[in-house]
């Protein structure tokens, strides 16, 4: 497959076939270690197909509710009958 002066690629029809991409269709090329892999998208879903990407959107947004570290942790975890005075 040829890149042109555009910067433009040919789907392969079997790959289009089998994606269900058609004229209109939403696409996204997502970087990989070796390569890059084309993703069928939906510009309204706001799905987020990269996981970094979808880290970076939630950093910083945990609201504990004025819960202190050790009330979140015993929250998360649940009681621990075995640390407590017995």
């Keep these: ?13 079997h790959i ?3 994606l269900k991409i058609g004229p ?7 970087a990989t270690g070796d390569g890059v ?3 069928k998208g939906n510009a309204d ?16 947004r945990v ?3 004025g819960m202190s570290t050790d009330k979140f942790m015993e929250w998360i975890r649940g009681v621990r009958d075995d640390l407590h005075d017995r």
């Design 24 to 30: 209109g269709s939403e696409v996204d090329f997502v």
């Design 16 to 18: 289009r076939d089998r």
């Design 1 to 13: 497959m040829r890149v042109t002066e555009k910067g433009q690629v040919t789907i392969p029809k």
């Design 37 to 39: 892999r084309l993703v």
């Design 63 to 65: 609201d504990l509710g």
């Design 45 to 60: 879903s706001g799905e987020i197909k990269d996981f970094d990407a979808w880290a970076a959107s939630v950093e910083g």
